[in-house]
């Protein structure tokens, strides 16, 4: 059993920063890929941002320049830096990861349970 816990989000003003925490526990042998899907209200979940186990990043478009995606291993935790936010950042974050379970090689996939942004104007 694999389980990631987001911490870190909240309340921000239009223009500042939040920095978002996912940690995995459990019997986890390695970690591939891990990302970051934000869903609002009404609106479908969809992809933040996404880091692979060599550093390789992918961003929306509607975040690139503004949001950096970045890992830990050692600590098993992935991180989202979010600048220059905006009202409609305001959702739902979640943190996603996949790879391989210790013990078993069985392959994993888990998800967060979810942290709130909201962004006023």
């Known amino acids: 059993q694999v389980q990631l816990v987001e911490s870190g989000g909240g309340l921000a003003q239009a223009g500042g920063s939040l920095r978002l925490s996912c940690a995995g526990s459990?019997?986890?042998?390695?970690?591939?890929?891990m990302g970051w899907y934000r869903q609002a209200p009404g609106k479908s979940r969809e992809l933040v941002a996404v880091?692979?186990?060599?550093?390789?990043?992918n961003y929306a478009d509607s975040v690139k320049g503004r949001f950096t995606i970045s890992r830990n291993n050692a600590k098993m935790t992935v991180y989202l830096q979010m600048n220059s936010l905006k009202p409609e950042d305001s959702a739902v974050y979640y943190c996603?990861?996949?790879?391989?379970?210790?013990?078993?090689?069985?392959?994993?996939?888990?998800w967060g349970q979810g942290t709130q942004v909201t962004v006023s104007s």
């Open positions: 996603a990861a996949d790879g391989i379970e210790g013990g078993t090689n069985n392959r994993w996939n888990s």
């Open positions: 459990g019997s986890i042998f390695s970690i591939n890929a």
């Open positions: 880091i692979t186990s060599d550093g390789s990043t």
